[in-house]
């Protein structure tokens, strides 16, 4: 079977091996597709606050289908089509996960879909609903919002009730932004211009900004919160921002800190939990997750560097 290696930092290459056998517990899987996500491209190159031992397969999440269950696992079959956060080894034509990572795949969703789902509607649905309480009616800044995260937010807050302001440095990701639900947009070029279209948007600010993207956005997008307001800090794509307090304190506004990865990692009956719900969102149509770009694995470092340069729209499934 073929998987990718990374043998040396920032060195991806396809090689051909044996497919593994799962042990108690585990599940192999035939992967249907393999979603990226910017944290894939940290890790390939050591840049990320978890450095796995050389070599490694990255490849955090993946769908597909049952082809062996392990000693002691209840409650899969062969052919069962699943979807897994499995932390290394998705980038591959086979997977062996921890059977208890492992969740169904509603018949909604195709395999590049469910691949690309769990990562980045957790997030949003984490931040928006778990840390921040956003409430129908409230309005939202989606920043980075024509892909990854950015994207789900929209989707998410839109199914919470809100209304999203979008904003995203191409016309293309505008696009997909609106068409993902979100009732306007903004170029995140100016800073100024995005803060003054979120003052105008939410009345004089709004409710909450959902920030994946960091860099000179931040400081300056936190002046369009509104009384109450809430900014959620996700992640840093341009850069880890200065925040100055003296605007947390005016307006009584709050600085939300998420790590959903981590908290995910130590509660695995919480993340299920929130997977779940996520999930039935979707079976009862409150969201339709965004299909991504697929693409073959084999070009894994293309599609890497595409989304460290910003030219991916949405998202990117690897199909082996
Ligand atoms: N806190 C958590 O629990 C959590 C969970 C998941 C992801 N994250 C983090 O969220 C961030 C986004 O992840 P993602 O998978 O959504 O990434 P993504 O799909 O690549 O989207 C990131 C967006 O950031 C913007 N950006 C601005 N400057 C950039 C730069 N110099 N390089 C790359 N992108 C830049 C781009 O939008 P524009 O072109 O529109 O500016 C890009 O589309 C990452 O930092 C990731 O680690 C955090």
Redesign the pocket.
Known sequence: MVRVVVAELGKLTLVEDEALEPGPGQLAVAVGAAGV???DG?LVEGRYQIKPPLPFTPGSEIAGTVSAVGPGVTGFAPGDRVLAMCGFGGFAAHAVINADSAVRVPDALDFPRAATFT??YC?AL??LRERVGLRAGESVLS?????????AAVQVAKALGARVLA????PE?RAASLAAGASEVVD?ADPEAVKKAARAFGDGGVDVVFD????ELAPVVLRALREFGRYT???????IPAVPLNQVLLRNRSVVG??????ALTGPDRQRALLEDALTMVADGRLDPVAPQVRPLADVAEVIAD????R?VG?VALVP
């Open positions: 996500n910017y944290v940290l990562q980045s997030t984490f931040a920043l980075g919002a024509g892909s990854g995260v950015g994207l904003a995203a440095s191409s990701k995140s994946p993207v960091g860099g800090v996700i992640g840093f794509t341009a850069g998420v790590d959903w990865g981590l908290w989304l460290q340069a910003r991916v998202k």
